[in-house]
């Protein structure tokens, strides 16, 4: 008897068409409310193709086109799909769809984050051993030197490992830009930290071939067929579990992380084509629609632009003798008047300190 390869377990068939979760899934079939052609299934049991698969005497339907979102991430917002956070992302864009993002910004982050309703897609973007971008531009307390940047690239030690070599230019006097392929938690500020910085305002503008550019802070888009398209001609042959993390190019074992030093240069080429085509979608520079988040926090009145704008003119000059100058936000409660995620002003970031040191 041949298997038939169609054949998928039940809760990923649920799953999968964007009704709930497989762990809720699990439930509903743990509770007998859901039949496979009249029948009520076992735990485990497959989906195979025509099967009528209902839930509570109500059809599931067919698996919708997958949602990819670009959300330039305004600071504030937590990357969690439990709704009873305050500020939580899912709530924040009230999208109808049930949407989750792939990886996540620390709270007094900004920048770009993809959500979806893809799972299969997550792990193939977020796994290290895939190599594939992220940028990220940081400002610091105190005056970059060459030998930070130098540190920075060549991989320090944080979280018991060393954090993979990456790419760091110099951007002014307090602020850089860095390319990661790693995905450490709170990395950037981290490293940072152990080289005697402290993390000012952090904000990721690139990830893989998609740029924040033309994406107000808050806003969110759909990405186009075409960057989906690259997307996943970028992830063709990426593995979607935890053993990216632990291989090479050639899919020999790393045993450390400062291991993979050694095969930075066999992924070079990859990287170079993935900026190529970053950039090419800069030069092409479509205006996209964009949405306004549900959850989206008050901006200050229309009326005050124009005083700011005035005010601005008459300081220009000062303004730009100073603008590599890390600004300390002010103490007290930084959460805009009637505000429910607090203020969209990166600047007013309070820098990160690690728990034991608060």
């Given at each position: 008897?041949?298997?038939?390869?169609?054949?998928?377990?039940?809760?990923?068939?649920?799953?999968?068409?964007?009704?709930?979760?497989?762990?809720?899934?699990?439930?509903?079939?743990?509770?007998?409310?859901?039949?496979?052609?009249?029948?009520?299934?076992?735990?485990?049991?497959?989906?195979?193709?025509?099967?009528?698969?209902?839930?509570?005497?109500?059809?599931?339907?067919?698996?919708?086109?997958?949602?990819?979102?670009?959300?330039?991430?305004?600071?504030?917002?937590?990357?969690?799909?439990?709704?009873?956070?305050?500020?939580?992302?899912?709530?924040?864009?009230?999208?109808?769809?049930?949407?989750?993002?792939?990886?996540?910004?620390?709270?007094?982050?900004?920048?770009?984050?993809f959500m979806t309703n893809d799972g299969d897609i997550v792990n193939k973007i977020l796994r290290?051993?895939?190599?594939?971008?992220?940028?990220?531009?940081?400002?610091?307390?105190?005056?970059?030197?060459?030998?930070?940047?130098?540190?920075?690239?060549?991989?320090?030690?944080?979280?018991?490992?060393?954090?993979?070599?990456?790419?760091?230019?110099?951007?002014?006097?307090?602020?850089?830009?860095?390319?990661?392929?790693?995905?450490?938690?709170?990395?950037?500020?981290?490293?940072?930290?152990?080289?005697?910085?402290?993390?000012?305002?952090?904000?990721?503008?690139?990830?893989?071939?998609?740029?924040?550019?033309?994406?107000?802070?808050?806003?969110?888009?759909?990405?186009?067929?075409?960057?989906?398209?690259?997307?996943?001609?970028m992830i063709e042959g990426s593995v979607g579990t935890e053993e990216a993390s632990k291989m090479?190019?050639?899919?020999?074992?790393?045993?450390?992380?400062?291991?993979?030093?050694?095969?930075?240069?066999?992924?070079?080429?990859?990287?170079?084509?993935?900026?190529?085509?970053?950039?090419?979608?800069?030069?092409?520079?479509?205006?996209?629609?964009?949405?306004?988040?549900?959850?989206?926090?008050?901006r200050k009145a229309r009326g005050s632009r124009d005083d700011k704008s005035k005010s601005n003119?008459?300081?220009?000059?000062?303004?730009?003798?100073?603008?590599?100058?890390?600004?300390?936000?002010?103490?007290?409660?930084?959460?805009?008047?009637?505000?429910?995620?607090?203020?969209?002003?990166?600047?007013?970031?309070?820098?990160?300190?690690?728990?034991?040191?608060?």
């Amino acid at each position: 008897m041949t298997t038939n390869t169609s054949a998928i377990r039940l809760n990923k068939f649920i799953s999968d068409s964007g009704f709930c979760s497989r762990r809720a899934a699990d439930k509903l079939i743990d509770e007998g409310r859901v039949t496979i052609n009249g029948q009520i299934p076992e735990m485990g049991t497959k989906v195979m193709p025509g099967d009528e698969v209902l839930v509570d005497h109500k059809p599931i339907r067919d698996k919708e086109k997958p949602i990819y979102i670009a959300l330039n991430k305004p600071t504030g917002i937590t990357c969690t799909t439990e709704r009873h956070v305050e500020g939580n992302i899912v709530d924040f864009i009230g999208h109808h769809k049930r949407i989750f993002p792939i990886g996540r910004l620390d709270k007094p982050s900004d920048g770009l984050i993809f959500m979806t309703n893809d799972g299969d897609i997550v792990n193939k973007i977020l796994r290290a051993g895939n190599a594939h971008e992220k940028e990220y531009v940081v400002r610091v307390d105190k005056f970059i030197t060459e030998e930070f940047i130098a540190k920075m690239g060549a991989g320090v030690d944080i979280l018991d490992t060393t954090t993979l070599p990456c790419k760091v230019t110099k951007e002014t006097d307090f602020s850089f830009r860095i390319v990661l392929t790693q995905g450490l938690n709170r990395q950037i500020r981290r490293m940072c930290e152990a080289l005697g910085y402290d993390v000012y305002k952090l904000r990721r503008v690139r990830i893989m071939n998609i740029s924040i550019d033309g994406l107000p802070n808050g806003k969110w888009r759909y990405l186009t067929d075409t960057e989906v398209t690259e997307i996943h001609d970028m992830i063709e042959g990426s593995v979607g579990t935890e053993e990216a993390s632990k291989m090479d190019a050639e899919g020999k074992t790393i045993e450390k992380a400062t291991d993979a030093k050694l095969h930075d240069a066999r992924i070079q080429a990859k990287a170079e084509k993935e900026r190529e085509l970053a950039l090419q979608r800069q030069e092409q520079q479509p205006q996209f629609k964009t949405y306004r988040g549900k959850g989206e926090f008050e901006r200050k009145a229309r009326g005050s632009r124009d005083d700011k704008s005035k005010s601005n003119e008459s300081t220009g000059g000062n303004r730009a003798r100073n603008q590599d100058k890390p600004k300390v936000s002010s103490q007290g409660n930084s959460t805009a008047k009637g505000s429910k995620f607090g203020n969209s002003n990166s600047s007013t970031i309070k820098k990160w300190t690690p728990k034991g040191k608060a």
